[in-house]
């Protein structure tokens, strides 16, 4: 059973919005620290944001500065990316993960496990 499963995807006009959403069982998010990535068709995956144990954010990805917001629901035991003024380049599979020893947030992938499965994020006309 997945213990991290991410909603939200789907296909979205340039300028559009998406709320992905992480949602975790068999665990607390609030004891990890948990990132999103994403991989683009023939792309690396690469780190997006994350947020720590402790609530604190942080963006990796320079491109999505001031566009995405990472945030987490402790009641609803969901971490959300909340995707504004997305652009054709946004687009790939977003993952969500739980950093395997750190309740801070790192931006190598291999610190982190229990991934979901991925939701496709399409962005165009």
């Known amino acids: 059973q997945l213990q991290l499963v991410e909603s939200g995807g789907g296909l979205v006009q340039p300028g559009g919005s998406l709320r992905l959403s992480c949602a975790a069982s068999?665990?607390?998010?609030?004891?990890?620290?948990i990132g999103w990535f994403r991989q683009a068709p023939g792309k690396e995956r690469e780190g997006v944001s994350c947020i720590s144990s402790s609530g604190g954010t942080t963006t990796w990805a320079d491109s999505v500065k001031g566009r995405f917001t990472i945030s987490r629901d402790s009641a609803k035991n969901t971490v959300y990316l909340q995707m504004n003024s997305l652009k054709p380049e946004d687009t790939g599979v977003y993952y969500c993960?739980?950093?395997?020893?750190?309740?801070?947030?790192?931006?190598?992938?291999?610190?982190?496990?229990?991934w979901g499965q991925g939701t496709q994020v399409t962005v165009s006309s």
């Open positions: 993960a739980r950093a395997t020893f750190f309740k801070f947030c790192s931006r190598d992938l291999n610190n982190y496990d229990n």
């Open positions: 068999a665990f607390t998010l609030d004891d990890y620290a």
